[in-house]
């Protein structure tokens, strides 16, 4: 295959095109609004009302979402576009209206929709009014037909949601701490379902016990006194659950020492019953208990009793991870490595903060319920008695603020319009919550994983440096699919169930694991790791999916094949090679050029593939076409995909010292320019304007697909380098008299004054005129002269320090 230059450049728009700069927000929202909204309500499914003597519940049925919308003072309501709601000061968003079934005993009522609350819409979304418009359409309601979205307009600010990088949910990670004398086993797992995230810790000490943390139980549980509450009352059971090695259950003497006191399922309810609830009766314990163990531990296994055995299963699993970390049989994983690590999104922050409001929601409906009807005896209607500002005040302050769920802050922030470059590069930024204040030196090097996902030169200097990132041009970002599908079709493939493996399979197979779900055991993971990998080629299944074989670390280790499917997983584009062979011929390319193949089409024929870090361990990827040998699996599109958007300016990086890059990326964004063609219609309450912008004379490619050239910044100019009659002046410059004259660098600052008129009680209210002599606060003629019979100064008045722009008077009580 002799591809040019031009043909993989062609490649990288169609990429580039399908994927979008700033899709993976957008993504993350519409799936969000389409699927986590509603089950988020499902979760709660029915809503007691405790009434007299008669039972009766609220049935929450199906939750749906208009169209953006503004309510008028004097209660009209019309549609409203973004540019509208930048002006006055509004908030861009839609309202929400769920199905509520009332139901009396046995008889269900007449179901009612109700009005809920607003949800802030993410513009270019879904549900946005600009996704369906033409470029001269968006023109036509103040738009730049350029603007990437992917931002909420709050109170007429702009915020964007910074994606934020997180350790991986349902994923087990077995680490060392070296606190005291002794070094401890410690294996977390954030498990995690629909907004809801719970904390797994389970710890082997130096005692030989191993124990378990979760949320919910104050203290530390023996592991084998879970497990005996979990249903496995039986020792030996358990150390098989746990291996079929020997040595690894000699470890486990010490924890079936510390379980004497709790010998079968009841008692251990009890035992954890105590921890919750003591002095209790034993029933209130018990069902306290159950509680817990559905709802707080392994909540993504499942919520209710039949869940069970499946967390048991899970959690023998991690006690075996502990061990043979302690035996030298795995090594530690590293929590560095981006296989480990997932970025939250628009989407699934706002799942967070939407399921805590609509608790409180529920929890508000239920007890204005039941004081309405008890205390006034009257027939209760639903819509009279929810209050809608529960949800919208509490989520549109959080976007508004930055002040996040479980104490986060900064979450949101207002979006940078210096200029096109900084508004790009902020909708692809990403930080991590480590603190800010510490070393952390691991967290912040470049890991061999970032390649082709994160740009190495695009990260600020001082105490954000390495914790605040950029994605590269490559990086696409998962939006997940029903890891129930995966398993179903795994078990059709001949995986067998954990309950239904023999002691040979197990010892001799391989642990197949669907995003934390133990599917079961293969006989040869290899081979079917495979077979899914060219059922995923071939347009069988989803190319959400990926697959990762992990093999013994020792002889007779174990083997596990991972299948990732959730979502945030930041993965990238490579050309699919057999036998030293691309796949991508010169057909494909010709057709890519003609329009007649998509990206996708590319994807559904198994000519490229998206590998997150997990599935990229597998493979061996070749940097250019020549370098192919026949072990070789993947080949690179371009090398130049590796940088993000700032970094991408730069004309041969390639040739910079390191930091010189890292500098031109943070002052890339600095640059005056056009940072938007709608700046005069805007009421921003700063910004920069640079008269004559110029398109560079030296160009990189990238510039093209996120649209620099047409929103170029800076100018080019010619540039002597000397000393200065002698002397070394370092960074001084000198500015040519004739250049500044014909408008070198020329530019307008535009800020904006804001007085508004309040009408008070009785009628009165503020009035903009020409204050007359007499009234407190008058200044003097001469600091109105410049004011006309409004009030107001007229435009394209000069003006200079303490001129009034705005003549405003009070009656004067409210003086």
């Given at each position: 295959?002799?591809?040019?230059?031009?043909?993989?450049?062609?490649?990288?728009?169609?990429?580039?095109?399908?994927?979008?700069?700033?899709?993976?927000?957008?993504?993350?929202?519409?799936?969000?609004?389409?699927?986590?909204?509603?089950?988020?309500?499902?979760?709660?499914?029915?809503?007691?009302?405790?009434?007299?003597?008669?039972?009766?519940?609220?049935?929450?049925?199906?939750?749906?979402?208009?169209?953006?919308?503004?309510?008028?003072?004097?209660?009209?309501?019309?549609?409203?576009?973004?540019?509208?709601?930048?002006?006055?000061?509004?908030?861009?968003?839609?309202?929400?209206?769920?199905?509520?079934?009332?139901?009396?005993?046995?008889?269900?009522?007449?179901?009612?929709?109700?009005?809920?609350?607003?949800?802030?819409?993410?513009?270019?979304?879904?549900?946005?009014?600009?996704?369906?418009?033409?470029?001269?359409?968006?023109?036509?309601?103040?738009?730049?037909?350029?603007?990437?979205?992917?931002?909420?307009?709050?109170?007429?600010?702009?915020?964007?949601?910074?994606?934020?990088?997180?350790?991986?949910?349902?994923?087990?990670?077995?680490?060392?701490?070296?606190?005291?004398?002794?070094?401890?086993?410690?294996?977390?797992?954030?498990?995690?379902?629909?907004?809801?995230?719970?904390?797994?810790?389970?710890?082997?000490?130096?005692?030989?016990?191993?124990?378990?943390?979760?949320?919910?139980?104050?203290?530390?549980?023996?592991?084998?006194?879970?497990?005996?509450?979990?249903?496995?009352?039986?020792?030996?059971?358990?150390?098989?659950?746990?291996?079929?090695?020997?040595?690894?259950?000699?470890?486990?003497?010490?924890?079936?020492?510390?379980?004497?006191?709790?010998?079968?399922?009841?008692?251990?309810?009890l035992y954890l019953g105590n921890r919750?609830?003591?002095?209790?009766?034993?029933?209130?314990?018990?069902?306290?208990?159950?509680?817990?163990?559905?709802?707080?531990?392994?909540?993504?296994?499942?919520?209710?009793?039949?869940?069970?055995?499946?967390?048991?299963?899970?959690?023998?699993?991690?006690?075996?991870?502990?061990?043979?970390?302690?035996?030298?049989?795995?090594?530690?994983?590293?929590?560095?490595?981006?296989?480990?690590?997932?970025?939250?999104?628009?989407?699934?922050?706002?799942?967070?903060?939407?399921?805590?409001?609509?608790?409180?929601?529920?929890?508000?409906?239920?007890?204005?319920?039941?004081?309405?009807?008890?205390?006034?005896?009257?027939?209760?209607?639903?819509?009279?008695?929810?209050?809608?500002?529960?949800?919208?005040?509490?989520?549109?302050?959080?976007?508004?603020?930055?002040?996040?769920?479980r104490g986060r802050i900064g979450v949101?922030?207002?979006?940078?319009?210096?200029?096109?470059?900084?508004?790009?590069?902020?909708?692809?930024?990403?930080?991590?919550?480590?603190?800010?204040?510490?070393?952390?030196?691991?967290?912040?090097?470049?890991?061999?994983?970032?390649?082709?996902?994160?740009?190495?030169?695009?990260?600020?200097?001082?105490?954000?440096?390495?914790?605040?990132?950029?994605?590269?041009?490559?990086?696409?970002?998962?939006?997940?699919?029903?890891?129930?599908?995966?398993?179903?079709?795994?078990?059709?493939?001949?995986?067998?169930?954990?309950?239904?493996?023999?002691?040979?399979?197990?010892?001799?197979?391989?642990?197949?694991?669907?995003?934390?779900?133990?599917?079961?055991?293969?006989?040869?993971?290899?081979?079917?790791?495979?077979?899914?990998?060219?059922?995923?080629?071939?347009?069988?299944?989803?190319?959400?999916?990926?697959?990762?074989?992990?093999?013994?670390?020792?002889?007779?280790?174990?083997?596990?094949?991972?299948?990732?499917?959730?979502?945030?997983?930041?993965?990238?584009?490579?050309?699919?090679?057999?036998?030293?062979?691309?796949?991508?011929?010169?057909?494909?390319?010709?057709?890519?050029?003609?329009?007649?193949?998509?990206?996708?089409?590319?994807?559904?024929?198994?000519?490229?593939?998206?590998?997150?870090?997990?599935?990229?361990?597998?493979?061996?990827?070749?940097?250019?076409?020549?370098?192919?040998?026949?072990?070789?699996?993947?080949?690179?599109?371009?090398?130049?995909?590796?940088?993000?958007?700032?970094?991408?300016?730069?004309?041969?990086?390639?040739?910079?010292?390191?930091?010189?890059?890292?500098?031109?990326?943070?002052?890339?964004?600095?640059?005056?320019?056009?940072?938007?063609?709608?700046?005069?219609?805007?009421?921003?309450?700063?910004?920069?304007?640079?008269?004559?912008?110029?398109?560079?004379?030296?160009?990189?490619?990238?510039?093209?697909?996120?649209?620099?050239?047409?929103?170029?910044?800076?100018?080019?100019?010619?540039?002597?380098?000397?000393?200065?009659?002698?002397?070394n002046m370092e960074d001084a410059i000198?500015?040519?008299?004739?250049?500044?004259?014909?408008?070198?660098?020329?530019?307008?600052?535009?800020?904006?004054?804001?007085?508004?008129?309040?009408?008070?009680?009785?009628?009165?209210?503020?009035?903009?005129?020409?204050?007359?002599?007499?009234?407190?606060?008058?200044?003097?003629?001469?600091?109105?002269?410049?004011?006309?019979?409004?009030?107001?100064?007229?435009?394209?008045?000069?003006?200079?320090?303490?001129?009034?722009?705005?003549?405003?008077?009070?009656?004067?009580?409210?003086?």
């Amino acid at each position: 295959m002799a591809v040019t230059t031009t043909q993989l450049w062609n490649l990288t728009k169609e990429f580039i095109h399908d994927s979008g700069l700033v899709r993976q927000h957008i993504d993350s929202y519409n799936e969000f609004v389409e699927r986590g909204l509603q089950a988020i309500v499902d979760e709660v499914g029915d809503l007691p009302i405790e009434i007299g003597d008669y039972p009766l519940k609220i049935k929450l049925g199906k939750i749906e979402i208009g169209a953006p919308r503004v309510i008028e003072v004097d209660g009209t309501e019309r549609s409203i576009y973004p540019a509208e709601a930048r002006i006055r000061n509004l908030t861009y968003a839609a309202p929400l209206h769920m199905e509520m079934i009332p139901v009396i005993g046995e008889r269900e009522g007449q179901p009612e929709m109700v009005y809920i609350g607003d949800l802030p819409v993410m513009l270019k979304s879904r549900i946005c009014l600009l996704s369906k418009l033409s470029p001269d359409d968006l023109i036509g309601v103040g738009e730049d037909p350029l603007d990437p979205g992917g931002y909420f307009i709050v109170n007429g600010s702009e915020r964007v949601i910074v994606a934020l990088e997180d350790l991986a949910a349902n994923r087990i990670l077995v680490d060392i701490e070296h606190t005291g004398v002794n070094p401890a086993y410690k294996a977390k797992i954030f498990s995690t379902t629909v907004g809801f995230r719970a904390r797994i810790e389970v710890t082997l000490k130096s005692d030989a016990g191993v124990y378990v943390t979760m949320p919910g139980i104050p203290s530390d549980i023996p592991f084998m006194i879970l497990m005996r509450a979990l249903g496995f009352e039986e020792d030996a059971r358990v150390a098989e659950l746990v291996s079929l090695d020997p040595s690894i259950q000699n470890e486990l003497e010490g924890s079936f020492e510390k379980s004497l006191e709790a010998t079968n399922q009841r008692d251990a309810l009890l035992y954890l019953g105590n921890r919750l609830a003591p002095g209790q009766v034993d029933e209130y314990r018990l069902r306290k208990a159950e509680s817990v163990l559905d709802r707080n531990f392994l909540p993504h296994m499942g919520r209710v009793p039949g869940d069970r055995r499946e967390k048991g299963l899970f959690l023998a699993e991690i006690a075996t991870r502990i061990i043979e970390v302690k035996l030298g049989r795995k090594t530690p994983d590293d929590k560095d490595h981006y296989a480990n690590k997932r970025l939250k999104l628009a989407g699934s922050l706002l799942a967070e903060l939407f399921r805590i409001s609509f608790r409180n929601l529920t929890r508000d409906l239920k007890y204005q319920l039941e004081r309405i009807t008890i205390r006034r005896h009257i027939e209760f209607s639903i819509a009279n008695a929810i209050r809608p500002g529960i949800i919208t005040e509490r989520v549109q302050h959080a976007i508004a603020t930055g002040n996040w769920v479980r104490g986060r802050i900064g979450v949101t922030q207002l979006l940078d319009r210096t200029n096109f470059v900084s508004t790009l590069s902020h909708l692809r930024r990403l930080q991590s919550p480590l603190s800010r204040s510490q070393p952390n030196l691991e967290a912040r090097d470049l890991h061999p994983t970032h390649y082709g996902r994160l740009c190495p030169d695009e990260t600020p200097e001082g105490s954000n440096c390495g914790l605040v990132k950029n994605l590269a041009l490559s990086s696409s970002i998962s939006v997940g699919i029903d890891p129930k599908e995966i398993v179903d079709k795994l078990h059709r493939m001949g995986v067998t169930p954990v309950e239904e493996s023999d002691k040979r399979l197990r010892a001799t197979g391989g642990k197949v694991v669907v995003d934390g779900i133990i599917a079961g055991y293969s006989k040869d993971p290899v081979a079917l790791a495979d077979e899914l990998r060219e059922y995923r080629r071939q347009g069988k299944m989803s190319s959400e999916m990926n697959i990762a074989y992990h093999p013994p670390e020792v002889e007779d280790g174990r083997r596990e094949l991972y299948i990732n499917c959730d979502s945030g997983r930041v993965r990238r584009p490579l050309i699919v090679v057999d036998s030293g062979r691309p796949r991508l011929t010169e057909e494909h390319l010709a057709s890519v050029d003609d329009g007649r193949l998509s990206w996708q089409d590319l994807i559904r024929n198994g000519v490229v593939e998206m590998l997150d870090a997990d599935e990229e361990e597998n493979a061996l990827v070749a940097m250019y076409e020549h370098e192919l040998r026949r072990d070789h699996t993947h080949l690179e599109i371009a090398p130049y995909l590796m940088l993000g958007i700032a970094a991408s300016l730069i004309p041969f990086p390639e040739h910079n010292q390191s930091p010189r890059n890292a500098y031109e990326s943070a002052m890339a964004k600095q640059a005056l320019g056009v940072f938007s063609t709608n700046f005069f219609t805007r009421v921003d309450s700063r910004s920069h304007l640079l008269h004559y912008p110029q398109t560079p004379i030296v160009q990189t490619k990238p510039m093209e697909v996120f649209n620099y050239l047409e929103r170029p910044s800076g100018q080019n100019v010619v540039v002597a380098i000397l000393s200065f009659q002698g002397y070394n002046m370092e960074d001084a410059i000198i500015i040519n008299k004739s250049s500044v004259d014909r408008g070198l660098f020329r530019s307008t600052f535009y800020r904006i004054y804001e007085a508004e008129s309040r009408q008070y009680l009785g009628g009165l209210r503020d009035k903009f005129e020409i204050p007359e002599a007499g009234i407190r606060g008058y200044r003097g003629d001469r600091y109105y002269r410049m004011l006309e019979e409004d009030g107001m100064i007229s435009p394209e008045a000069e003006t200079m320090g303490n001129t009034v722009l705005v003549g405003r008077t009070s009656p004067p009580r409210f003086l």
